[in-house]
């Protein structure tokens, strides 16, 4: 009895001692010493323990290669069935779908395009692409997301991930992405819910100048939504840019239990959700 126990103590002395002294990426493909839990098929689990610790050094502000942002917050709205930038035909995360899923070709080293990620590091283990794997072959839900009980306590509210407010985005700017923090009334969606103004060149917007832009609204994902909004005439020209959309009735954009989205932030439902931006040209 006590033999049997003080051999398992050592054992997990062993392996506590091992993690510590490790270097670089552990067999998770975290950052060894950092106890953060095992890896699981979930997205919460895939941020914490993979995207936040190896990615955002790169992927992660206005200035993340591709536009693509893989810090909390940003990252499932820009990932999960948003087209690539290097192959437009595949989707970086094509939900039930792992082969054609662009994120799962540059972990493994297989995609068309640039090189392997993360970039000048050893690949992810593949037991860790695995797991990422698995998430994508379940349909790649938002696990950080817990809609529906957030929405008996909560109001909607937006956020800018691409552009964010006050970024500058070159011509070339495919979209704008929004996500909420609840599922959304998506079928209120239409022409005059979501405008998109030019200044026209004044950088005011009450000047009577303003240009208003075509633009197609998809829903990127559900639970908490996500919207794509891509102008209808590309490349923008350069000026600065009004995103709008409405929190005020007659068309005001609402959550499941039609509470008006909370646009302006005050803590009360109600109010438009206003994105400013600039569109320059850049090298
Ligand atoms: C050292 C900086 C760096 C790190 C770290 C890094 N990346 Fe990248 N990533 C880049 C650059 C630069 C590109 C574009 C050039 C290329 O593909 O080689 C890119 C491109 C990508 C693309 C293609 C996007 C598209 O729309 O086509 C994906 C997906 C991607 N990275 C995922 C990741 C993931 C996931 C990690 C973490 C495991 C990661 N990257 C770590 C620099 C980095
Ligand atoms: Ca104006």
């Known amino acids: 009895m006590r033999l049997a ?136 839900p938002n696990s950080s997301g817990a809609a529906s009980q957030k929405s008996r306590i909560e109001l909607a509210r937006l956020t800018a991930v691409s552009p964010m407010t006050g970024q500058v985005a070159p011509v070339s700017m495919r979209e704008i992405v929004i996500a909420s923090n609840l599922e959304l009334d998506t079928s209120l969606l239409q022409s005059e819910l979501v405008t998109l103004r030019a200044s026209g060149g004044d950088g005011e917007f009450e000047s009577g100048n303003e240009r208003r832009m075509p633009l197609q609204v998809s829903i990127r994902s559900q639970q908490p939504t996500v919207l794509a909004i891509a102008p209808g005439a590309t490349p923008l020209a350069v000026d600065e840019y009004e995103l709008r959309i409405s929190g005020v009735e007659p068309v005001a954009l609402a959550d499941l239990a039609s509470r008006a989205i909370d646009g302006d932030g005050d803590g009360t439902p109600g109010g438009d959700f206003v994105l400013r931006f600039t569109v320059e040209m850049t090298r």
């Open 5 to 140: 126990n003080f051999s398992v103590l050592c054992m997990s002395c062993a392996l506590a001692a091992c993690a510590g002294n490790g270097e670089g990426l552990d067999e998770n493909g975290r950052p060894a010493g950092e106890d953060t839990g095992t890896l699981e098929p979930t997205f919460q689990s895939i941020q914490a323990q993979v995207f936040t610790p190896v990615c955002t050094g790169c992927h992660a502000g206005a200035a993340a290669p591709l536009g693509l942002r893989l810090e909390e917050g940003a990252s499932y709205a820009l990932l999960v069935n948003a087209s690539s930038v290097e192959v437009p035909a595949l989707r970086r995360v094509q939900p039930g779908n792992p082969d054609a899923s662009y994120l799962i070709q540059k972990l493994q080293g297989t995609a068309a395009v640039g090189g392997r990620m993360p970039l000048n590091a050893p690949p992810l283990p593949q037991s860790t692409i695995d797991v990422i794997r698995q998430w994508i072959t379940d349909g790649a």
